[in-house]
């Protein structure tokens, strides 16, 4: 008697799956006939991830191999992680990972607060012209492409530009900026928070939008002031896209812009100025090591990965906001 119980409930299951299934093939069948112009739309980005983003992911494996372009990927020869042990025994790995971290945290500690910074500096301001004005004026530099603005960093910061004009003023030597490596990642860092804050505040201001002005009525009848009402209705108002933001960020850490680095530094200034993405197109294009160069790209990305993962970790695990 229990084997014929055992047996239903087991038929029981698996009619309960495959009705299961069934609904769920409907439901997307459905689905897709009554949103089916939504997803043409996103047709094209479909393809785009796919060809672009996934598909080359196969190109990865030749970090593992001696990779030769009349081989082909799948001709060259097999040599497991001989690449990753020449990276890290290279001369230059402790620098170039040195310079990476340090230009990350100091963009992190420095250009991630920028923008929430502005965006409640803006939310605080009354007059709507002005706000418009200050926005506008805040925006305009993350239009400016990386060239023109690599251009503009080089005149500033020349001998005779305005950055040592006003040095000059204040009692300063005048010197050549960038051919100074301790300059390099001040100039950096500044230049990118400067490009970036009102384009970063956008989505900060978007956040401070969707906060219930009741709460406002309600801390200002408790006799809170605006710097109070700013830390204990607009902050936690804002914090879970915050967090959002900070864990993306964690995940491309080791990401420092190469276009903007390789206009800006030289041979003078590598010390300081030399990253992991200028190091890979040193090796990779300049000197055709190509399986090298991809092995320290897929270091890079395993690197970003894990900080990632743990960084979504401890949020989820501290504030219980994450992106899974």
Same mark, same amino acid.
Request: charged fraction near 15%; glycine fraction near 6%; avoid cysteine.
């Given at each position: 008697m229990e084997n014929i119980t055992a047996h239903e409930a087991?038929? *029981?299951? =698996?009619? @309960?799956?495959k009705k299961k299934q069934a609904s769920f093939v409907h439901r997307l069948r459905r689905d897709l006939v009554k949103n089916r112009m939504i997803y043409i739309l996103a047709l094209p980005v479909i393809a785009y991830y796919i060809i672009f983003q996934y598909?080359?992911?196969y190109g990865a494996t030749i970090a593992f191999k001696d990779f030769s372009p009349m081989k082909g990927i799948l001709g060259s020869d097999w040599v497991g992680f001989e690449h990753f042990k020449a990276f890290f025994n290279d001369v230059y790995f402790g620098r170039i990972l040195t310079n990476t971290l340090l230009i990350s945290i100091y963009n992190i500690v420095f250009g991630f607060p920028a923008p929430i910074i502005l965006a409640l500096l803006l939310n605080e301001v009354r007059k709507a012209g002005f706000k418009r004005f200050v926005q506008s004026i805040t925006y305009l530099p993350h239009f400016i492409s990386v060239l023109v603005l690599c251009g503009l960093i080089v005149d500033f910061?020349?001998?005779n +530009? /305005?950055?040592?004009?006003?040095?000059a003023f204040m009692g300063f030597e005048r010197t050549a900026m960038l051919l100074q490596p301790g300059w390099f990642r001040t100039i950096y860092v500044s230049s990118n928070i400067w490009q970036e804050v009102g384009w970063g505040s956008i989505i900060y201001l978007a956040a401070l939008? +969707? /906060?219930d002005q009741a709460l406002y009525e309600a801390a200002t009848i408790d006799g809170a002031g605006r710097f109070k009402q700013m830390l204990h209705v607009t902050l936690p108002g804002i914090m879970p896209t915050i967090i959002i933001l900070f864990i993306l960020r964690m995940g491309s850490m080791m990401n420092v812009g190469f276009d903007k680095i390789f206009l800006l530094y030289n041979p003078v200034t590598y010390e300081t100025s030399d990253v992991i993405s200028t190091y890979v197109y040193r090796k990779g294009i300049l000197e055709a090591n @190509? *399986?090298? =160069? *991809?092995a320290v790209g897929l270091f890079n990305s395993v690197i970003n990965f894990v900080l990632l993962v743990i960084t979504n970790k401890v949020s989820k695990k501290?504030?219980?906001t994450s992106l899974w």
């Open positions: 087991a038929l *029981s299951r =698996s009619a @309960y799956e598909v080359p992911m910061t020349a001998r +530009g /305005i950055v040592n004009d006003l040095m939008a +969707g /906060i @190509y *399986s090298f =160069s *991809s501290v504030n219980e």
